[in-house]
């Protein structure tokens, strides 16, 4: 079974740009989260869709946006970019339920300059 | 609030020793906790997982981890380590609060580096 895909791997993008970062997940999984990994502040929670629903959300700014298709594929997009933006973005997919793991893509590495 | 404390940031373990990563997790109930390791360049792989029942959980890459509510404590360990396991270790507990219904938190994390 293929593993979470996200596309790119590594983006260079301007202050003031806008980005879009996609994630495919495990074929059968339902809900994908996002994630941003930063050395200061570690794996913060962006959010969480489940069946093209907005579950969850975490403490980000309204330039932190995204959305789910109907085959469970997800896109965030970052818009007006900050240059403390620059990050590595994380995707994982799971069922859905509680109790059921997240399994994570490699990422997307952000650089903002 | 629920969350989980990793009171190590870095380890230093020589191959072949023993390594135990210390999780403790603030929550009234049962909480789901999780172990997951992140290798430079790569995403997060998870390594065990506790719900409920045996305290002593076995997890993949001979890692293994037990649950000590006494204790809120869901330490991790290895009883020899690998020039492999050189990486970066988190613990994660489910969030089951009204505005963070199953939401995953993750500590800061422990990087263990080890030496020859």
């Known amino acids: 079974k293929a593993g979470v895909t996200q596309t790119p791997r590594y983006l260079i993008k301007t202050r003031g740009q806008q980005v879009t970062l996609s994630c495919s997940p495990i074929s059968g999984h339902r809900s994908v989260s996002w994630y941003q990994q930063t050395p200061g502040q570690g794996l913060q929670f962006l959010f969480e869709?489940?069946?093209?629903?907005?579950?969850n959300k975490g403490n980000f700014p309204g330039r932190f946006s995204g959305r789910q298709f109907s085959n469970s594929r997800s896109e965030m997009n970052v818009s007006t970019l900050e240059l403390g933006d620059s990050a590595l973005y994380l995707c994982?997919?799971?069922?859905?339920?509680?109790?059921?793991?997240?399994?994570f893509g490699n990422g997307t590495r952000l650089t903002v300059t | 609030a629920q969350s989980v404390t990793q009171p190590d940031i870095h380890i230093t373990v020589s191959e072949g020793a023993s390594l135990e990563l210390r999780c403790n997790y603030s929550?009234?109930?049962?909480?789901?906790l999780f172990w997951y390791v992140q290798s430079p360049g790569q995403g997060l792989q998870l390594l065990l997982k506790y719900f409920s029942g045996d305290t002593l959980v076995q997890g993949i890459k001979g890692f293994e981890a037990e649950f000590k509510r006494s204790q809120s404590s869901f330490n991790l360990r290895k009883p020899s380590v690998h020039w492999s396991d050189a990486a970066e270790y988190f613990c994660?507990?489910?969030?089951?609060?009204?505005?963070?219904?199953?939401?995953?938190?993750f500590g800061a994390g422990t990087q263990v580096v080890v030496t020859p």
């Open positions: 994660a507990v489910v969030l089951m609060t009204t505005d963070s219904w199953g939401k995953l938190q």
């Open positions: 869709y489940f069946s093209e629903t907005q579950r």
């Open positions: 929550y009234g109930a049962t909480p789901y």
């Open positions: 994982a997919s799971s069922t859905g339920e509680l109790r059921t793991p997240l399994h």
